[in-house]
């Protein structure tokens, strides 16, 4: 009867440790802020996974992260910017740009568009009070891109167009 309950232990353990971790698709980021998050009612180390991709090449990419704990002891130990180093990325098949360890802002530059990635939260929920029952600990943030200082295909045609016009203006003056 002992072996019975210790293996119920063990597992009811493993569900409340890997139930945790989320998988969410943000979409394509852009200026404005997406969010994200999620809450916990168990103990246990977590790890979450938010993907998006970007519609064009990025200075900087950032956000902030928020937690309450008064209620309730959650700890963010890492937010990892991970790129897709295939064409279609599952479970694995991610490589690591960056980590970073004090996660309560975070921002990445220099992203490609056109490329998915994948931001993963690792925390730890250390208490809930009275097993979630007067509150969950939870975390919840935003992330956005700011694009890059691209010129726009309209505006550099029209940069090339005068520079083709001063030149040619040029010879002309050199003929006569």
């Known amino acids: 009867m002992n072996l019975h309950r210790s293996v119920l232990a063990v597992a009811l353990a493993v569900c409340a440790s890997t ?31 938010y993907t998006f991709q970007l519609g064009g090449d990025a200075a900087a990419t950032g956000g902030t992260i928020t937690y309450d704990s008064f209620w309730q002891d959650i700890s963010l130990t890492a937010i990892t910017l991970q790129r897709c180093l295939t064409g279609s990325c599952g479970a694995s098949g ?21 490329v998915d990635y ?36 309209g505006a550099l045609a029209m940069a090339i167009a005068g520079l083709m016009g001063v030149s040619l203006l040029t010879m002309r003056g050199r003929r006569a």
Request: proline share 3%; hydrophobic share 35%.
């Open 19 to 49: 139930g945790m971790a989320k998988t969410a698709d943000l979409g394509t980021l852009g200026a404005a802020d997406k969010t994200f998050g999620n809450s916990f009612s168990a103990y246990g180390d977590f790890t979450d996974y």
């Open 94 to 114: 991610w490589g690591t740009v960056t980590t970073d360890s004090s996660p309560g802002q975070f921002s990445f530059s220099g992203l490609s568009g056109g």
């Open 118 to 153: 994948r931001l993963a939260v690792a925390g730890t929920v250390d208490f809930t009070m009275f097993g979630g029952q007067f509150g969950n600990a939870s975390y919840s943030g935003t992330i956005h891109s700011i694009a890059s200082a691209a010129p726009e295909p």
